[in-house]
């Protein structure tokens, strides 16, 4: 009997072509746009997706692979785990109001009918896994009572139908849900029963509308798991195989490892594995798993931008798809890379032969297939151009430098001059900063009038020195406001910046960019990660000349700002011809030079923002500390050649570092701020613990929220903080960058930032 091969996608980008999913929901917050034509525009995307992936010759289309916002909250909506300060007893669990309150908090103004929650914060929010896209945490509270009260899944499989197109729907399993869970005061695993009970009723749903399978996404089994994790794991498709449709069970971000066994024993119809992520996995899951199981294999990445080497995978695969029906996928969801490479017609032809966004990926898969069921020679001319294009990227010029491997290869100081106790002498007379000093981590609000002026600069519009006055004049407003409003250690705003990361990779050798090569981080937030495909250094100051514009013009000191190699690293598309430590310290030196410019100005304060340092950490601890120990070092690279009077600091925000705080401490920053304010300083404690010895700015500020905290509010968060750490550690700042806020939230919510610390440095003068 003949086997087949079939090509699969497990999720594909929700935003659309041209970002349009942002574009609508930002006009529905802002009011300029219905429900109803947001769901219009929503509805738009979904039937575009699934054309677009069936004409690209996929046989498995995913649905319920779009989101409004975040899937883990779709799946906790969808569940009624919704915690009672959103009114979640009373409130209709479809409500837009309530679901957006729950991902950006609500600033107390009601729908017109009053149904809107008050004022309330959002919900926590961390990263996916090892992944810059962000989730909204589930919250158990004690008395949780979950109800099915919300069908957006099996609604937009019977959309998909309607429309012609039948589809596999995906479901967030249930153990990653569970895992992903924050109970308060309560174990998220207590609901287990009341979880799978809601998922059976589902899945008997989707089996009376017709679908023959369903996706159902377990990227825990990725990671490290305990005793009552796999005994829920059995427990749970003991009683979910039978319910319904035959499950795909889907496994991504890396190896089954020790899981295997477990997961080969779970009655489901398939199997799918991350063949990018751990390669060498394929024999021992062949072995294991029954011949009856239909295998799915992601064997294109899913995470990155580069060519797939498909004449090798024919190599690999063809002995296994004589044997078996197989299934050929990316490693997980489309979802992290860019649409469509053919929207990139100002990228440099050669670098643009190398990549593959998700429709190429597609099409990658689609050539494979015929590959395997009709022969190579019947797509010898495609295999030839595929080889021709790896063949270029390998013998290119432009990816290695001799002279960034000569200088990585010498020594390099990575320990500051003297401990931080004595630092922080020097620096207290060098900055003369008051207690519970106050500042902002970086960026100002790019406002509409700053993105226009960019674009009509890049366009040709606006030349260089109008674009240079009107930067300047920006920076200057930002200042005088600073000064204004209290702050004690300002910032310049970071008005001609495009992006964290995009700023300084235009400006090194090794980085190319798109023009819309858009990805999800969160919500309405996209971003456009530089595509890292050769070696790295710095050719010129990148940052010096609008840092001393700034100071000069105040006699406050200002913050040099910079973003530190690993978060450089994690947030670029990384080439994938050497190992990740090696290109992250060549983004090292390069950053390593600007510190030591900045210094030689002047510059007395300079934060290296390590935002994505924990994002990085392997999903299994045994490939901790590797990771840890050259993350740690670059970082130090990076920032150990200043003197004790300079003080570095760094910035880190919305993801978990309780397990890793002694790396944390070993990167000697004078200064950290963290996000704290959507955990309520839970995330002190742990600092406490540790007994960090540096200074620490939590977080008193949600930026990611629309709602404005009164003074009260912060002080109460810091007085939490005083109960984990030492007053003298304290420093007064917002969660994170306020770039993506409006300035009528941000001037109010820093003047009571700034009022907070003074009310505090007003009642430790009278405990004194």
Request: aromatic share 8%.
């Amino acid at each position: 009997m003949k086997m087949t091969v079939t090509v699969a996608t497990l999720g594909f980008p929700r935003i659309g072509l041209r970002r349009e999913l942002k574009f609508a929901l930002e006009k529905f917050w802002a009011g300029t746009m219905t429900r109803t034509e947001l769901e219009k525009a929503a509805a738009d995307l979904r039937r575009a997706n699934w054309a677009r992936q069936n004409e690209l010759g996929a046989d498995w289309l995913p649905s319920n692979d779009f989101s409004l916002y975040d899937h883990v909250l779709d799946t906790s909506v969808m569940l009624g785990a919704i915690p009672a300060r959103y009114d979640g007893e009373r409130m209709d669990p479809a409500d837009l109001e309530t679901y957006f309150a729950m991902a950006r908090g609500a600033a107390g103004t009601g729908d017109c009918c009053g149904n809107a929650p008050a004022s309330v914060t959002a919900g926590e929010m961390t990263k996916w896994f090892d992944t810059n896209y962000h989730f909204i945490v589930p919250e158990i509270e004690p008395g949780c009572t979950l109800r099915l009260g919300h069908f957006k899944p099996l609604e937009e499989y019977r959309e998909a139908r309607a429309q012609g197109f039948e589809t596999r729907p995906v479901l967030l399993g249930p153990i990653t849900w569970l895992s992903l869970a924050k109970g308060r005061g309560v174990d998220p695993f207590d609901l287990l029963d009341d979880v799978l009970g809601h998922y059976a009723t589902l899945l008997r749903l989707f089996a009376q509308a017709g679908a023959a399978w369903v996706q159902i996404d377990e990227p825990i089994l990725a990671t490290d798991l305990s005793e009552r994790q796999r005994r829920a794991f059995t427990r749970a498709y003991a009683k979910l195989a039978g319910a319904g449709p035959k499950l795909m069970l889907t496994t991504y971000f890396g190896g089954l490892g020790d899981n295997l066994g477990l997961t080969a024993s779970l009655p489901v119809a398939g199997l799918h594995i991350d063949l990018v992520r751990a390669p060498d996995q394929l024999g021992a899951v062949v072995e294991a798993v029954p011949e009856d199981r239909l295998l799915s294999l992601g064997v294109v990445d899913g995470r990155n931008v580069w060519r797939t080497d498909i004449a090798s995978l024919i190599d690999r695969l063809a002995p296994l798809a004589a044997e078996r029906d197989l299934v050929l996928a990316p490693s997980c969801s489309l979802l992290h890379v860019p649409v469509d490479l053919a929207l990139e017609t100002r990228l440099d032809e050669e670098v643009r032969q190398w990549l593959a966004f998700a429709v190429q990926k597609i099409e990658e898969l689609d050539l494979l297939k015929r590959a395997l069921n009709h022969g190579r020679e019947m797509v010898a001319d495609e295999l030839e151009a595929a080889e021709k294009a790896l063949a270029s990227r390998r013998l290119s010029a432009r990816i290695h430098d001799p002279a960034v491997d000569a200088r990585v290869a010498e020594p390099a100081m990575r320990e500051r001059g003297a401990s931080y106790v004595e630092r922080a002498r020097v620096q207290a007379d060098v900055l003369a900063l008051p207690a519970f000093p106050t500042t902002t981590i970086g960026s100002f609000p790019q406002t509409r009038e700053v993105r226009k002026a960019r674009a009509e600069y890049k366009r040709g519009v606006m030349d260089e020195a109008a674009y240079g006055a009107f930067l300047r004049a920006e920076t200057e407003r930002a200042i005088r406001w600073q000064e204004e409003v209290g702050l004690d250690l300002l910032v310049h705003g970071e008005f001609e910046r495009n992006d964290m990361v995009q700023y300084f990779g235009e400006k090194l050798a090794g980085f190319a960019f798109t023009v819309s090569g858009w990805v999800q981080s969160y919500g309405s937030r996209c971003v456009r990660p530089p595509i890292l495909y050769g070696d790295v250094s710095r050719s010129a100051p990148m940052t010096v000349d609008w840092w001393r514009y700034a100071q000069d013009l105040t006699d406050k000191p200002v913050k040099g700002m910079l973003t530190g190699p690993v978060t450089i690293l994690n947030w670029s598309f990384v080439r994938d011809d050497q190992p990740r430590d090696e290109t992250c310290r060549q983004i090292a030196l390069a950053i390593r030079d600007e510190v030591l410019d900045l210094e030689g100005a002047g510059c007395k304060a300079i934060q290296i923002d390590e935002a994505a340092l924990r994002e990085g950490l392997p999903l299994r601890r045994r490939d901790w500390q590797s990771y840890l120990d050259w993350a740690v070092d670059c970082f130090r690279l990076a920032a150990a050649g200043v003197g004790n009077g300079t003080q570095i600091h760094t910035h880190m925000c919305y993801s978990e570092f309780n397990d890793i705080l002694p790396s944390i401490g070993k990167m000697d920053a004078d200064v950290i701020s963290i996000e704290t304010a959507r955990s309520q300083m839970e995330l002190l404690e742990a600092f406490a613990q540790y007994r960090y010895p540096g200074a620490i700015g939590p977080g008193v500020y949600d930026i990611h929220s629309a709602r404005v905290p009164d003074e009260d509010e912060m002080v109460a968060l810091m007085r939490l903080a005083q109960t984990h750490l030492r007053p003298e550690q304290l420093w007064v700042n917002p969660d994170c960058g306020l770039k993506t806020r409006a300035w009528k939230e941000v001037k109010p919510a820093i003047a009571s930032m700034v009022g907070a610390a003074r009310k505090l440095r007003s009642k430790a003068q009278v405990g004194a």
